[in-house]
């Protein structure tokens, strides 16, 4: 019998592990697409993998937006031009497993501009809502 409960546990392991893994793929995956759109210029595709709600929520220096269309908007008004978004590099510091459909990402920011680049740390809440991974809370800081 105790052999038998052990062979459960690491099977239950190794799958929980597994889709641990399969969930951080996935959102590692979201984060390069987010990139490269970004580096398109294309800043509603990067979008795209924010929780199109208005419960979400941006953290930055300018205080709390909320909600999907806001943030939008705010993004479009601090980078309305190719030179202003210049090309973006992001970094993942961490990833930790909240619950089943929730992942809490410490990361950083790079910016390559013409005149400066700008850079910092971001921390996403990432929700799996519908079957697919999105940010629910975004709380990105610039470096001093």
Do not use: C
């Not at 459960?8 to 592990?17: A, E, N, P, Q, V």
């Not at 924010?50 to 601090?78: C, E, H, M, N, P």
């Not at 005149?115 to 740390?121: E, K, L, Q, S």
């Amino acid at each position: 019998m105790k052999a038998l409960f052990t062979y459960l546990f690491l099977i239950f392991g190794y799958s929980l592990t597994a889709q641990e893994d399969a969930d951080f793929a996935q959102i590692r995956a979201a984060l390069m697409q987010q990139e490269a759109d970004w580096n398109k210029g294309d800043i509603p595709a990067f979008m795209e993998v924010y929780w199109k709600s208005d419960q979400l929520q941006f953290i930055g220096a300018a205080g709390v937006t909320k909600g999907w269309q806001q943030t939008l908007d705010g993004y479009k008004r601090r980078y309305p031009d190719r030179d202003a978004m210049g090309q973006l590099t992001f970094g993942i510091v961490s990833m930790e497993k909240l619950g089943k459909k929730s992942v809490f990402l410490v990361g950083t920011w790079d910016l390559k501009r013409k005149n400066d680049a700008p850079g910092g740390y971001f921390i996403l809440i990432w929700k799996k809502i519908k079957g697919k991974w999105v940010i629910s809370a975004d709380h990105t800081s610039a470096r001093t």
